[in-house]
């Protein structure tokens, strides 16, 4: 669900290695994502940079939309 959002808008606009990270965000347990991305918990490598900041950074503008 969280992730949904994100690659309904950007798929398309993804590169390969952005691909290669979103599915390995998929893999992660959701309760681990939903505490990265609302700032509780840090997300850990390899995982806390590349796509992560790019989807965290939708999220925290689509709240507000």
């Known amino acids: 669900m969280i ?3 994100f690659a309904d808008v950007h798929i398309a606009a993804l590169s ?3 691909l ?3 599915e390995g965000l998929m893999e992660l347990p959701d309760p681990d ?3 990265a991305f609302s700032g509780a918990q840090p997300l850990t490598s ?3 940079d590349g796509i992560f900041v ?3 950074q ?4 689509s709240r507000f939309s």
């Open 3 to 5: 992730l949904g959002g």
């Open 20 to 22: 290669d990270d979103l």
């Open 16 to 18: 390969d290695a952005d």
């Open 46 to 48: 390899p995982y806390k």
């Open 58 to 61: 939708f999220l925290d503008t």
């Open 54 to 56: 790019r989807i965290k």
């Open 33 to 35: 994502l939903y505490a």
